[in-house]
């Protein structure tokens, strides 16, 4: 299984599994096998990987460390002569940047990570609101953070990634004409 969210893949052409034995000498018994479609992720399975519950950890533990600053400063508390209001702030601008590098640095084959991408960092807002991110520590409210994120969550699985084309309409793109199929020479060398 995949970090990230699966392309649906449409069925390939039949192919027989061995050709023949003997270097052509016998026929093979073996059938062609059926095509197969792969239908990618469902509703909650691109629920649950749209969350970027990486980015979202490492920014709990900056955060745990911002919000004892704030506790211990009694609301002027300053890092390296920045409020920390404004670290808090650029932790999150960070994160914004990470997710969707992370999601880059993850894919597999399949994957449809520029969805994943912008889906997850769209979502990292919402869960830092939820999670307490001090950097909205002045307008956070924890009733609005969870319709927020129930809403947006129930919204993230609807997003669906493209299904990838066919390999046919790829032959039929190179060669136009139908009528004309490979020369013998091609035939033979293949």
């Given at each position: 299984?995949?970090?990230?969210?699966?392309?649906?893949?449409?069925?390939?052409?039949a192919?027989a599994?061995q050709?023949?034995?003997f270097?052509?000498?016998?026929?093979?018994r073996?059938?062609?096998t059926?095509?197969?479609?792969?239908p990618?992720?469902?509703?909650?399975?691109?629920?649950?990987?749209?969350?970027?519950?990486?980015?979202?950890?490492?920014?709990?533990?900056?955060?745990?460390?911002?919000?004892?600053?704030?506790?211990?400063?009694?609301?002027a508390?300053?890092?390296?002569?920045?409020s920390?209001?404004?670290?808090?702030i650029?932790?999150?601008?960070?994160?914004?940047?990470?997710?969707?590098l992370?999601?880059?640095?993850?894919?597999?084959?399949?994957?449809?990570?520029?969805?994943?991408?912008?889906?997850?960092?769209?979502?990292?807002?919402?869960?830092?609101?939820?999670?307490?991110?001090?950097?909205?520590?002045?307008?956070?409210?924890?009733?609005?953070?969870?319709?927020?994120?129930?809403?947006?969550?129930?919204?993230?699985?609807?997003?669906?990634?493209?299904?990838?084309?066919?390999?046919?309409?790829?032959?039929?793109?190179?060669?136009?004409?139908?009528?004309?199929?490979?020369?013998?020479?091609?035939?033979l060398?293949?």
């Open positions: 299984m995949s970090r990230l969210v699966r392309k649906p893949k449409p069925p390939e052409a192919t599994a050709a023949s034995d270097g052509g000498m016998f026929q093979s073996t059938q062609p059926v095509p197969t479609a792969e990618g992720d469902d509703y909650l399975t691109r629920m649950v990987k749209y969350i970027p519950a990486e980015i979202i950890g490492g920014s709990m533990l900056v955060n745990a460390i911002l919000a004892q600053a704030v506790a211990g400063g009694n609301g508390a300053t890092m390296a002569g920045l920390v209001t404004t670290i808090a650029g932790a999150l601008l960070v994160g914004l940047v990470l997710t969707p992370f999601c880059w640095y993850v894919r597999e084959d399949g994957d449809a990570w520029v969805v994943n991408a912008v889906v997850s960092t769209i979502a990292f807002p919402f869960w830092a609101y939820l999670m307490g991110a001090v950097a909205f520590a002045r307008f956070h409210d924890g009733d609005l953070a969870v319709i927020l994120i129930f809403a947006f969550t129930a919204m993230s699985g609807l997003v669906a990634p493209i299904a990838e084309q066919p390999k046919v309409q790829e032959q039929k793109s190179a060669n136009p004409n139908p009528k004309e199929g490979p020369r013998l020479v091609e035939s060398t293949a």
